[in-house]
C-alpha cells in the first residue's frame, strides 16, 4: 500500500518485522539480543498477530506494540487488553508513532470485546509512565507486588 | 476471538480421522507436548472456525456493492464451478503439506523445530477441515454432479504426486524442506487466505480469518528456524549450511510463484468477487516479501559473523556484497543467500521452459541448463521422479514435441483417484454410517 512519504502506517505485526524490533530494542537497551525477540514474537504471532499494531515510516519498522487480550486473572473476570512490550526506535521519538500505535491497538481489542486496558510501568520510568497517562492511563486499584524466590 | 466454532457431521469427522492415522501419525504427540511448547496457548481443536462479523456486502468484481451469497444456488452457474474448484484446490493443500511434511518430521535436529512443525502440520488438518465443512455443509449440486461424500473421498485419495498443485507434489528430502517450505509456500498461502478474505461468497470469506492468523504462526515456524540457522553457519556449524538453504530455496521459489496461477490471469477471481489482486500483482508483492525473508537472513548471519556491526552497518555490508560481488573480511557475497530469478526453473506461466538460471543468465542447451539446475538443487531432489519429468518434458519441448502450453497442462500428472485407504478393511474414507432400523411397534 502506498502511503505519503514520512507519514505513520499501522499494520499487524508479522515474523519479517523480527529484525527491525531486535534493532530497536538494542537501540534502547544497548544489547543485542535476537534469541529472546525471535521466542516473543513468536510467541505474540501465536496469540493473535492483529492485537500487535507495528509502525513503519516509508518501509522501515519503526515501533511495536505488543498486546494480549484475557479474561479471569487476578480475579478480573471481564476481557481486558493487556498492553506488554512496546518500543519506539529513538529517532523517530516525538512524531505520534506510540500514540498510534496505541489507538489501533485499543481499536483492536474493544472489537474483540475489551472493556478495560491495563499495564505495569515502573517507577523510574517517568517517559513511559507519561506516554501512557497522556493516553488516558490512571492509576489502577490493583497493586503489583512481589518477592524474591529463596 | 469472535468466531463460531463447528464439527463436521460423524461420518466425515471420522474421514478426517482416519486419514489422520494413516498420514499423520504424529499428530498423537501434540497434544502431550503442547503446553511444553506452546504455554497459555488455547488447546488445539479439530474444527472449523467462522468469523463472526464479517460484512454483508461484496466488496469487489461485478457484483460489487450487492449483498454476500450465502449458498451456493446464489451463485452464477460459472462463477460457483470456480469457487468449487477453489476451495476443492485449497482443501487439497492442506492434506497434501502434510503428507509432504510426514515424511522428514523425525530429521529436525531441535525438538522445538519438529514440535512447531507438528503444529504447523496439525493447523493444516484443521484447514482441510475448514474447506470439508465448506463443502459438506451446503448443497453444492447446483454446480456438480460430485455429492459432498465424493469431493471429501477425492481429496482425502490425492498423494503427494496427484495434488492439484505442483508444490504438494514434490517430496522433501530434508527437514531444511519442513522449514523453507514453511517460509515459502506457506507464505503463499498467506496471499491467498488475504485475497480470499474479500469473498463474495460469505462462508468462504469467514473461513479466512482464523486460518490467517494460524499461518502467521506458520511462516514463523519457517522463518524463525531459518535464522538460527543461519547464525549458526555463520559460526561454522556445519550440519545446516548456507548452501543447503540455498538450494531449498532454489527448489521451492518457482513452485511458490506458480502458485498464484499465470501472471496474465486472474479476472475472473476479481469478476466474480473471490480476490481482490490479480495473479502477476500477487506474485510481485510476493517476491517482495521473500526478498525482505533473504535480506533478514543475510543480516543476521552477517551479525554472527562480525558482532561488532550494528544492524544497519550489517543491511548496509549485505547490501553492499551483494551489488559489487565483492568479499569483506572473509565473507564473499557467495556465502549470502539469494532469491533466483523469477523466471528460473518454471514450468508453468509466462516464463515456463524458458531455461534461464539462478541469475538471470540465458541457457540455450538442454543439457547445459540441466547442469546448471544439479549445480543449484539439492542433490536427493535431482534423482526425483519430478525431476526426471521435468527435464524428459524439457526436451520435448525445446525439440518442438509438444508445445510449452501444453506442457505446462500436463505438468502434473494427475492421478485424482485411486489412493483409498489402505485398510484391510475398508476401500473409502468416507465410511456411511449404518443405516438403524426405526423401532417397530410390538
Known sequence: MNSAPGSVVIRPLSELDLGRITAIDERLTGVYKPDVWERRVVYYLRRDPEACPVAEIDGKVVGFMFTDLRSGEFGLEETGGWIERFGVDPDYQGRSVGRRMFE??????RGQGATVLR???????SDLAGFLRAVGFQNAPLQALEMSVP | MNVDQTTLPKKFHDAVLHWQRHHFPDYGLLPE???KYFPNDPEFCLCAKMEVGMGDTIEVGDQKGQPRMLEPSEMLEDQGRHLLSIIRAQASTEFGSIQQHEVTLSRAQEDEDRFWVLRVMAEELRHGYQMFHLLTSQDWSAVTDQSAEDMVEEILSMRTG???LDAFNIDYDSFVDNVVFAAVIDRVGKYQLAMQKVCAYKPFAQSMPPMLREEAFHLAAGVVPLRRWV???AQGYELVTMNAIQRSLDKWVPRGLEMFGHEKGGDSNIRFGFKNLKNAEAQSQYFEELQKVVADLNTRYVRARFPRLSHEEAEALVTRLLADRTKFEGVSWEDLLTLPDRRYFRRKGVPAWTMVG????????VDAYVKHLAATLPDPYLHSRDMRQYVETLRDVTAGRITADLASKKTPNLKRVGGVCPCS???RWVVEEPVTAPPTAA
Open chain 2, 358 to 365: 539462478t541469475r538471470g543468465e540465458s541457457f540455450e542447451e
Open chain 2, 231 to 233: 547464525q549458526r553457519a
Open chain 2, 425 to 427: 478393511k475398508s476401500v
Open chain 2, 162 to 164: 496427484s495434488h492439484v
Open chain 2, 33 to 35: 507436548m503442547w503446553h
Open chain 1, 119 to 125: 499495564t505495569l510501568v515502573g517507577p523510574a520510568d
Open chain 1, 104 to 109: 489501533s491497538a485499543q481499536e483492536y481489542l
